[in-house]
């Protein structure tokens, strides 16, 4: 492993894992392409534009004429798809852009990095290819469905995804299982519960809190805010992703998890009490329509075989990425300036 390419790196996950691995592995290249979507952000990789490790190029996945010169140029040998679109609502209102990224976009990715491997001259029937390009997809617990108020998930549960958003996640899961089954590809698929942290898009549900508290706005909370989500920090969800990486075995998938259940409401309350401020802002909305009641994520797999486990504990991760977006007011306000006023105004103001 050398040269690693990283999709959708600029955005939340994506550009926290890019300055972690550039920090942790100075022997490693990362070429980093990103569409620079409404939720992509040069913003989150500013301090590590300049490192001679990192190159930022402006590509979309799905234009395979860009991602075939990038294959050659850098040597790449290693893929890490966090590139889609990733917010559930958006998926509801408009699906086809999920479908394309997400779908197709895996597909280009997989089909430009099985053709730069080599044919194995020790298979007769050539069908099989000596691996080259190491391929790591970067999914969902959501594409697992809903759980009832017990049971996790484990890494054989069926699939059962309920939105467009998760749908197009487990389309592109199964893409890369069949390139692994078809084609011997190395493969990884880790499939993560919910994210937070520093850099996360104000849209999801721990930064809307936090920035709508701090400007005294109205809190929306969907139906009866007893939605269970299973939380984990980014930071732990990047390092989760470097051990699979370099411990995982080809063609595993492995859910990753912090076993830190809350529900929508627990998460609200946290962060009111925090920034002292009143309960009244809260204001129960229309729920999201197929909304997801409850995620578990069983990490026992990841855990027992590979040996990684998250550090942070939700009380402290969400003490901290509160600070955050406290001390980071200019990041958020060139947020608020751009795409997403006009958004939050379609979803919470005209409905
Ligand atoms: P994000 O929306 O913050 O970032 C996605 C990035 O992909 C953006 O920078 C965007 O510009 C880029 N992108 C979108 N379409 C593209 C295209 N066609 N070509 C190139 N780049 C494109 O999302 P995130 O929360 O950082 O999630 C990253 C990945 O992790 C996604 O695949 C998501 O499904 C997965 N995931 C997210 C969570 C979570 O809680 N956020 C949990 C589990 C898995």
Not at 60 to 67: E, L, M, V
Not at 134 to 149: A, H, I, N, R
Not at 185 to 191: D, E
Request: aromatic fraction near 10%; glycine fraction near 6%.
């Amino acid at each position: 492993m050398k040269n690693i390419l990283v999709t959708g790196g600029a955005g939340f996950i994506g550009s926290n894992f890019v300055k972690m691995m550039l920090h942790k592995h100075p022997d490693f290249k990362i070429i980093n392409i990103d569409k620079l979507t409404y939720a992509g952000n040069l913003e989150n990789l500013e301090s590590v534009l300049d490192n001679p490790n990192h190159t930022f190029l402006k590509v979309d996945i799905r234009n395979r004429k860009q991602i075939e010169e990038i294959f050659q140029s850098h040597e790449i040998d290693t893929v890490i798809n966090f590139a889609a679109e990733s917010h559930v609502d958006r998926s509801i209102e408009e699906p086809e852009i999920f479908l394309s990224t997400n779908v197709i976009g895996t597909q280009v990715l997989l089909d430009v990095a099985k053709k730069n491997w080599k044919l194995n001259p020790s298979d007769k029937y050539c069908r099989r290819f000596k691996p080259g390009v190491k391929f790591l997809q970067v999914s969902t617990d959501e594409v697992y469905g809903s759980l009832g108020e017990t049971g996790k998930f484990v890494e054989t549960t069926p699939l059962m995804p309920n939105s467009p958003y998760s749908a197009s996640k487990a389309s592109a899961d199964l893409l890369v299982r069949a390139y692994h089954e078809t084609y011997n590809m190395p493969v990884n698929i880790t499939r993560c519960s919910n994210n937070y942290g520093p850099y996360q898009f104000l849209e999801k549900l721990i930064p809307l809190m936090i920035v709508n508290c701090i400007r005294e706005r109205e809190l929306p909370v969907y139906g009866d805010g007893m939605q269970v989500r299973d939380w984990l920090h980014v930071s732990d969800h990047c390092s989760a992703i470097d051990t699979v990486l370099h411990k995982g075995s080809e063609g595993e998938i492995y859910n990753i998890g912090g076993n830190n259940e809350k529900t929508n409401i627990e998460i609200v309350s946290v962060i009111l009490k925090k920034l002292r401020k009143s309960n009244s802002l809260i204001k129960y909305i229309k729920d999201r329509p197929g909304h997801d009641r409850r995620y578990a994520i069983d990490n026992s797999k990841i855990t027992s075989q590979l040996g990684w486990k998250p550090l942070y504990t939700i009380e402290e991760g969400i003490e901290e990425t509160i600070d955050w977006y406290v001390n980071n007011s200019e990041w958020i306000n060139s947020i608020i300036s751009k795409e997403y006023t006009k958004y939050y105004e379609k979803m919470y103001i005209s409905k």
